[in-house]
């Protein structure tokens, strides 16, 4: 039975999937020093599938916040000594290499969680998103999220978008171990919906984030 049928299952109260298929197992806490701030649009929190919670329990430093309208975020931004938003962008003024010298205790990344759609109906309902120097991921390896799809060939998760960040901004860390519970959910979603109906559906199509 597929997972996405599961959610009137009792669920744990950490990672928040049915106590079947709990993942907290697989979960370590990685030290970053570039605190992450995921916004994450209400349907995306529903979706069984989702990875931004899992980012968080992975992390030492990071918060998630649930919603399409953040005021707070005024507040959170002008704490903070630095501030960069990762999602892309055509406007080459605005978009930023990742840098490692960019990493640091007050450094603030702010991303995004949902579907493109959905990530750029947040950018608009926060106008203050978008007078962040944006970063942009360079292109690395395909997505290993095989069981949800994009337009886009490049897209990500929201998970590995931000382990690729924290990997340039802080080379000297290993942030794989935070991948670990999103491989494990990707490999038993695949194991349930059984290798047929993922080939016919899922095995030649680009993965989303």
């Not at 079947?20 to 990685?30: E, G, K, M, N």
């Not at 605005?94 to 949902?114: F, K, N, T, Y």
């Not at 759609?117 to 690395?140: E, T």
Request: hydrophobic residues 40%; contains cysteine; positive net charge.
């Amino acid at each position: 039975m597929s997972e996405q049928k599961s959610l009137s299952r009792p669920r744990c109260a950490r990672c928040l999937r049915p106590m079947s298929h709990c993942l907290c197992a697989h979960i370590t806490v990685a030290p970053n020093r570039t605190r992450i701030l995921i916004l994450q649009h209400p349907d995306e929190q529903k979706h069984p599938l989702n990875t931004a919670r899992l980012a968080v329990l992975g992390l030492a430093h990071a918060e998630l916040l649930v919603g399409e309208h953040f005021p707070q975020l005024n507040g959170i931004i002008s704490a903070a000594a630095s501030v960069f938003l990762l999602f892309p962008t055509k406007n080459a003024a605005l978009s930023q290499p990742l840098l490692a010298s960019r990493a640091g205790e007050s450094s603030l990344l702010i991303v995004p969680d949902g579907t493109w759609r959905k990530a750029r109906k947040i950018m608009h309902a926060n106008p203050v998103l978008g007078a962040l120097p944006r970063l942009s991921l360079p292109i690395g390896e395909p997505s290993e999220y095989r069981v949800r799809r994009a337009r886009e060939p490049a897209a990500v998760s929201t998970i590995e978008a931000i382990v690729r960040a924290l990997t340039v901004l802080e080379p000297e860390r290993d942030f794989q171990p935070v991948l670990k519970p999103f491989k494990a959910l990707v490999d038993r979603q695949i194991q349930a919906m059984g290798a047929d109906l993922y080939r016919r559906n899922y095995s030649d199509r680009s993965p989303v984030r």
